[in-house]
Every structure is written in C-alpha cells, then in structure tokens.
Nanobody, 125 residues
Framework: QVQLVESGGGGVQAGGSLRLSCAVS????????MGWFRQRPGKEREGVIA????????YYVDSVKGRFTISQDNANNTLYLQMNSLKPEDTGMYYC??????????????????WGQGTQVTVSS
C-alpha cells in the first residue's frame, strides 16, 4: 500500500521559513516524478514544484522561484519542500504527490498517481 505522509506545516509570520517533509512508503521515489501541490483558500489545487532524479527541478509557479526549493532523500524515501521568505499568499494546504510517468513531470493534478493527506501552511502578515 502506497502512503505519503506530509508534516512540517504550521503558522509562521511573513518572511519566515518552513520545511515540509513527505515520508513515502510502499513506493520508490528515486525514479519517479515527485511534487508539491497546494490549494489556497478559494482557489483550485495548483502544482508548485516537482523533481525527477536526473531530470532536474520544475517550477510551476513563478512566484515561488528563489524562495522554495525541493529536494529528496532517496535513502529514506522522503521528499522535502524548503520554503523561505514566506508570504501571506502562500497560505494553503500543501500536498505531496508521486507519479511514475517519465518526465516532464505534469503540472496537472489528475495526472498524479498518489497523494498525501496534506499539511496546512498559514502565513500571517
């Protein structure tokens, strides 16, 4: 059974940082597209950033470039999202996702195979 479990969300003031983790079991992240999506209040879920081992990093949202970065620990089958210089508009539920198709990694939610339950990020001004 594939499980993705996010952690690390919480409340932070604007300008602060958070590091989200996604522990994956039942699935090998090494040769997969791994990504972070978010759903902000009143908006649809959107792709934020994705990584594919050997294929680099893809940003889906220009506003996070230079502030967010994605990484993965293949030995521990864990995905990370480091978020710096957070803004109130980054508030939302953040989800990790996995997709075993070849890159490029899709920015469309329906294309992704497995999802975590989400972790809430709240940035106050």
């Amino acid at each position: 059974q594939v499980q993705l479990v996010e952690s690390g969300g919480g409340g932070v003031q604007a300008g602060g940082s958070l590091r989200l983790s996604c522990a994956v079991s039942g699935y090998t992240i090494r040769s997969s597209c791994m990504g972070w999506f978010r759903q902000r209040p009143g908006k649809e879920r959107e792709g934020v950033i994705a990584i594919y081992t050997g294929g680099g990093i893809t940003y889906y949202v220009d506003s996070v470039k230079g502030r967010f970065t994605i990484s993965q620990d293949n030995a521990n089958n864990t995905l990370y999202l480091q978020m710096n210089s957070l803004k109130p508009e980054d508030t939302g539920m953040y989800y990790c996702a996995a997709d075993d198709r070849q890159p490029p990694c899709s920015d469309s939610s329906p294309d992704w195979d497995f999802w975590g339950q989400g972790t809430q990020v709240t940035v106050s001004s």
